[in-house]
């Protein structure tokens, strides 16, 4: 009999990928799940293959209970920047006195309980896969509280470990890394073009920091399947590439011809393009990457992709950059 995978998120971009990985797989079966399984990306995945779309809600333990049955392996992914592009999360958090950083962290961190008490009462569950990330809280001992996006993932994976111990025997932790098409989509990260026709890209984080690269709409999957296969309990740091933005930069002037700098931002938060609530997060974020590492280097339980024993057969980054649509950033 096929094995069933339910993949949270599955319109979105880390559980496309997912989506699009186990089609291509003998033996199983998929569920998607979305908060609308009438939409017209339910729709397209149904037409893709996926053998069930239905609705779930992160915030709605009953409704992932009802949506994990039966399930050999369980694909979690929460959204704190989705969260946070929502209205009326905003609203929420000024009528409790929040910033809406810190409101939604809140709201991330119980999401991903939610799916840990779900998936605690699962029957048969032989795998749970959480996309989460390091605390960087803890890994920096203190010193960069307020990575909001990052320790809300790991909070709810320590609760996880902490509260169902035989379901933590049976789930790995996945760290996406970096995303290559943050360049193509993150408002603060488009370049601007100066006078002498010159693409000038401005970033937080030191240009000798090394990032774990992925092209998360095309990696998550095999890293996903990976995890499948291998023992669980592992906490996998997921890349294509382990390169710094000037060599990802280079890349990127190679393969599209372009002129194109690296202007490092200033330190602190003065940064204009970026809302001021996000400023200290951001700020603190890019300190956290260049003195313990995205992926909180000091965690003993941390893997990388060659640690696995299972191969993961990824194209390059140049491979990435050729593909993309760049219309939007270089004009």
Avoid: C
């Avoid at 037409?47 to 399930?71: C, I, M, P, Q, T």
């Avoid at 409101?103 to 959480?130: C, H, M, P, S, W």
């Avoid at 605390?135 to 320590?158: C, I, M, Q, R």
């Avoid at 902490?162 to 760290?175: E, H, N, V």
């Amino acid at each position: 009999m096929s094995k069933l995978i339910v993949v949270i998120g599955a319109t979105g971009t880390q559980g496309g990928s997912v989506v699009d990985t186990f089609l291509g797989e003998t033996g199983w079966k998929i569920r998607g799940l979305t908060r609308n399984a009438n939409s017209a990306s339910a729709q397209n995945l149904k037409d893709k293959g996926v053998h069930e779309v239905v609705a779930a809600n992160l915030d709605d333990v009953d409704s992932l209970v009802e949506a994990f049955k039966g399930a050999h392996t369980v694909f979690s992914v929460t959204d704190f920047w989705g969260l946070y592009s929502n209205p009326s999360n905003h609203e929420k958090a000024a009528a409790a006195g929040k910033a809406g950083n810190v409101y939604v962290a809140g709201v991330e961190i119980q999401q991903g309980k939610n799916v840990f008490d779900a998936a605690a009462k699962t029957d048969g569950l032989e795998r749970l896969i959480f996309s989460g990330l390091s605390n960087a809280t803890k890994w920096s001992k203190g010193k960069y509280p307020h990575v909001y996006h990052f320790d809300s993932k790991a909070l709810a994976a320590e609760y996880g470990q902490k509260t169902y111990p035989d379901l933590w025997k049976k789930t790995s932790i996945l760290q996406v890394g970096f995303y290559l098409n943050n360049v193509l989509t993150s408002p603060w990260m488009k370049p601007q073009k100066d006078e002498n026709g010159v693409y000038v890209f401005s970033f937080s984080i030191p240009a000798t920091v090394k990032l774990p690269l992925i092209a998360t709409e095309e990696d998550t999957g095999p890293f996903t399947k990976a995890l499948v296969e291998a023992a669980p309990e592992k906490n996998l740091i997921a890349y294509r590439a382990w390169q710094t933005m000037d060599e990802f930069l280079d890349i990127i002037r190679q393969v599209k011809g372009v002129k194109a700098v690296n202007k490092q931002l200033p330190s602190g938060t003065e940064w204009e393009a970026v809302p001021e609530e996000l400023r200290e997060e951001l700020s603190e974020n890019a300190s956290y990457f260049e003195e313990f590492g995205y992926e909180g280097r000091d965690d003993p339980s941390l893997v990388h992709p060659k640690d696995l024993g299972v191969d993961v057969q990824l194209p390059s980054v140049a491979d990435w950059v050729q593909k993309q649509d760049w219309s939007s950033v270089f004009t």
